[in-house]
């Protein structure tokens, strides 16, 4: 995805590997449906990345986020979709949008519940699991291992990062069950975290100034150089090609409890 400077978003390491998780994921769901269109909301949407991976494999649906600015990069990006009738920006908060009757297959929130508190963490998957249908999926990729909190998390506004167990404790709490969960990015984001640590401490860290409220609003739409944005040529580096050893590593290592990513598929108990 190409930002207006010219320089390209979204090809990070830990980006490429959880979005081709996704996809392989997604597919799989999509044939246990047979195949037909599937509807999604995608919480806290961003820019639009995670929206555009669902509606190109011919899903419908909609996108949400606090942020006016992600917003419109959301729309621009999936102008296309928009004016076919097959997707919609929402500048609200997902909590207060009313959705009507008509029940979404899947509802998919990427980095958004590590920045709520407990008690709306709570909120947000009594909703969720109230706008799914019965079959429906609860997709979540969320910051994970704990004892990584580092200075990422306190610049973008995060309450916390996640374990495996803690969607064990959101499914007893909510009659939830575990379809499918999986820990990504490990070990190459491990061995980049330093590098990303420093990137961030020099091109975000102003940030911490501000209120947790607004680094959350401002976490869709980050500029570090080389953390978020990378020049053109970096394609040649970091693509799906030479990622995909790294792809089979996280797959390997999907259970191990440093993973920086946890990857999870929730149903109704």
Excluded at 71 to 98: A, H, M, P, Q, R
Aim: glycine residues 8%; proline residues 3%; aromatic residues 10%.
């Amino acid at each position: 995805m190409n930002d207006s400077t010219g320089e390209l978003e979204e090809i990070a390491p830990g980006n490429i590997l959880q979005q081709m998780y996704l996809k392989h994921r997604l597919r799989k769901l999509i044939q246990e449906k047979g195949g037909r269109t599937l509807r999604f909301c995608d919480n806290g949407a961003g820019k639009g990345a995670i929206s555009r991976i669902l509606l190109e494999l011919g899903m419908e649906g909609i996108g949400s986020d606090l942020e006016a600015s992600s917003c419109l990069k959301n729309k621009k990006l999936n102008d296309d979709y928009i004016k076919d009738g097959k997707y919609d920006v929402v500048n609200e908060s997902f909590l207060t949008l009313d959705f009507g009757e008509k029940p979404f297959d899947i509802v998919i929130s990427s980095m958004d519940i590590a920045h709520l508190s407990p008690e709306n963490v709570d909120a947000y998957f009594d909703k969720f699991k109230n706008v799914i249908g019965q079959d429906g999926m609860i997709i979540s990729i969320v910051p994970g291992s704990q004892k990584h909190w580092g200075i990422e998390d306190e610049t973008v506004g995060h309450f916390k990062r996640y374990s495996f167990k803690c969607f064990q404790d959101i499914c007893e709490k909510h009659d939830l069950v575990v379809h499918h969960m999986s820990g990504l990015c490990y070990p190459i984001s491990n061995w980049l975290l330093p590098l990303s640590n420093a990137l961030i401490k020099k091109d975000d860290s102003q940030k911490l100034s501000l209120s947790k409220q607004k680094r959350t609003e401002l976490s869709g739409d980050r500029r570090v150089r080389f953390k978020n944005i990378f020049p053109r040529w970096s394609t040649f580096i970091l693509n799906k090609v030479t990622m995909y050893p790294f792809y089979i590593l996280q797959r390997i290592f999907r259970n191990h409890p440093s993973s920086l990513v946890i990857y999870s598929e929730l149903k109704r108990n």
